[in-house]
């Protein structure tokens, strides 16, 4: 019976461990969005003050709780991992109760921006995680003592841990959650609004007439009058949408105020975010105007979208006209604007760099990334379909060998 119930405890600690583990490796995988939600949670408890520690404390909490999710998994620690398992989730209850009373438009954040849940399956989940760490932890004297290869296995994960945290915020996430994942597609929002969100391939049959020298094409339901002579027939593809494409909006406005999405939607687009642009050094704007004009060379559309307003935007460019290593001239012919929230959702890197073809988005690289001449050359002249399936896939790979790793580690060793 003692093994019984001693076993039943520590598989509810394996739960909980591994819930813990899961959601914080979710959220360090994306420090600048798990940031923004650290900062709805401080506007949602009127702490707009702290706004500047969003990041430092989205980063800091996501290790915490990733950490303790690997010494609940390897046992180690057991009495303080308990205690400071049931101080977080007394912490994170509350805060699911207050979600509940006051219902603000938000997310709970629990799994980053890979799963999303309403307040009450918050709640929900926080109950059942509290009745698993009560059946697991009670009583703190009945939790035994690890095997000491466990310190190796905790080690050993800890410091890839570290090494994801470290590569999370120098780059952007590996895996993209947001809306604006590779193959999602831009629309101008006039061309969509009324339209279902999505597009499947058909094909159709067109009929080509002709009369006095000029020739016309015809659907099978249109077809003209006896006085055409019919020419031939012809199977094109259309476009038919439906409700399971991801179609997002990126707005591209000009400094009057008028907006110019066509500019994203056509050909090979290169878009430089840059969504705090008061942050970038004159070496940055350097940078990134050097990588436009080299992407406006291999054939790229280049867009700068700066999350500003014109008198902002035109204040910045006046300030970098004394610098001779900068075209500030072509600089001002790409510089559009668009708000922040989209820029910082488009790409987690302050003067990130993201490449659609035809609207769909093929790849995106942070600041510290960034192409060079001869890539983004040959970029222009490749078939878009290679880079996009080489970087989701890597991504997600990379991910999942992450969790496999971790997982073999602290369960086998």
């Given at each position: 019976m003692n093994i019984i119930l001693e076993r039943s405890k520590r598989f509810c600690g394996y739960l909980v461990g591994i819930a813990f583990f899961v959601s914080g490796i979710f959220k360090l995988i994306d420090p600048v969005g798990t940031g923004l939600i650290v900062d709805e949670y401080y506007?949602?408890?009127?702490?707009?003050?702290?706004?500047?520690?969003?990041?430092?404390?989205?980063?800091?909490?996501?290790?915490?709780?990733?950490?303790?999710?690997?010494?609940?998994?390897?046992?180690l620690w057991r009495k303080i991992t308990a205690l400071a398992m049931l101080a977080f989730m007394a912490f994170f209850t509350l805060i699911s109760i207050a979600l509940l009373v006051f219902n603000p438009v938000m997310d709970c954040g629990c799994f980053g921006e890979v799963i999303h849940l309403t307040h009450w399956q918050t709640f929900i989940k926080n109950i059942?995680?509290?009745?698993?760490?009560?059946?697991?932890?009670?009583?703190l004297s009945a939790l035994g003592r690890p095997r000491r290869r466990k310190y190796v296995a905790?080690?050993?994960?800890?410091?890839?841990?570290?090494?994801?945290?470290?590569?999370?915020?120098?780059?952007?996430?590996?895996?993209?959650?947001?809306d604006y994942s590779s193959s999602a597609r831009l629309e101008a929002s006039e061309r969509h609004i009324s339209r279902s969100l999505s597009a499947q391939d058909?094909?159709?049959?067109?009929?080509?007439?002709?009369?006095?020298?000029?020739?016309?094409?015809?659907?099978?339901?249109?077809?003209?009058?006896?006085?055409?002579?019919?020419?031939?027939?012809?199977?094109?593809?259309?476009?038919?949408?439906r409700n399971d494409e991801s179609i997002v909006s990126l707005p591209v406005i000009?400094?009057?105020?008028?907006?110019?999405d066509g500019l994203a939607v056509h050909g090979k687009v290169m878009v430089v975010s840059v969504y705090s642009p008061g942050k970038l050094s004159v070496r940055k704007w350097r940078i990134l105007a050097g990588y436009l004009r080299s992407a406006s060379e291999a054939g790229f559309r280049p867009l700068l979208l700066a999350a500003a307003s014109p008198e902002a935007g035109n204040s910045i460019l006046d300030d970098l006209s004394g610098e001779k290593e900068i075209d500030v001239d072509f600089l001002r012919s790409v510089f559009y604007?668009?708000?922040?929230?989209?820029?910082?959702?488009?790409?987690?890197?302050?003067?990130g760099a993201t490449y659609f073809s035809e609207g769909f988005l093929v790849?995106?690289?942070?600041?510290?990334a960034l192409p060079n001449h001869d890539r983004i050359m040959e970029l222009g002249t490749e078939d878009p379909t290679e880079p996009l399936l080489s970087y989701s896939t890597v991504g997600n790979l990379s991910l999942q060998a992450f969790l496999l790793y971790a997982f073999a580690?602290?369960?086998?060793?």
């Open positions: 506007r949602f408890m009127h702490l707009d003050f702290l706004s500047f520690s969003s990041k430092a404390v989205a980063v800091a909490l996501s290790l915490a709780e990733t950490f303790l999710g690997a010494a609940l998994i390897t046992g059942v995680i509290d009745v698993l760490c009560c059946v697991s932890f009670f009583p905790f080690s050993m994960v800890g410091t890839a841990v570290l090494l994801l945290a470290v590569y999370s915020l120098l780059y952007i996430p590996p895996v993209d959650f947001t058909e094909y159709e049959a067109v009929f080509i007439y002709e009369k006095n020298g000029r020739q016309q094409e015809f659907g099978l339901d249109d077809l003209p009058d006896s006085t055409w002579t019919y020419v031939s027939t012809e199977t094109v593809k259309k476009t038919r949408f000009d400094e009057s105020g008028e907006y110019h604007y668009s708000d922040y929230k989209t820029l910082i959702t488009l790409n987690r890197s302050n003067g790849r995106k690289w942070a600041f510290r580690v602290m369960l086998l060793l």
